[in-house]
C-alpha cells in the first residue's frame, strides 16, 4: 500500500513502463479514487512536463463521460494525479489474471 498526501491505495489496476494506476481511498471522505503515478523513480523533467500537460488537457474537458481530474499531487520525486473512481473495470487488468 502506498500512501499519497490524503490518498492510500489499495489494489494495482495497471501498469506500464511509462505510469502505474490503482484504485485508492481518500481517507478524508472515504471517497473511492483512481491514482495515476509515473513509473520511473526519477523522471526526466519532459516526463514530468507530459504527465502535467496530461492533468490540464483532461481538466479542460468538460464533457459527460470523460473521467473528472481531483488533483495533482507531488509523490517522492514525481507526481500523481487523482482522479474519480467512475466504478469501470479495466479489461486489460482482467485479461491478464
Do not use: H, W
Request: proline share 2%; charged share 35%; aromatic share 12%.
Amino acid at each position: 500500500m502506498i500512501k499519497i498526501n490524503n490518498y492510500k491505495t489499495i489494489s494495482e489496476i495497471y501498469k506500464s513502463s511509462n505510469s502505474v494506476i490503482y484504485k485508492g481511498l481518500d481517507e478524508k471522505d472515504g471517497k473511492s479514487v483512481v491514482i495515476k503515478i509515473l513509473n520511473k523513480e526519477y523522471p526526466t523533467p519532459e516526463d514530468l512536463k507530459s504527465f502535467q500537460y496530461e492533468f490540464d488537457i483532461l481538466n479542460d474537458l468538460k464533457i459527460e463521460g470523460v473521467v473528472k481530474n481531483y488533483e495533482i499531487v507531488d509523490y517522492r520525486n514525481s507526481k500523481a494525479i487523482i482522479m474519480e473512481d467512475f466504478g469501470g473495470e479495466s479489461r486489460l487488468y482482467y485479461d491478464k489474471n
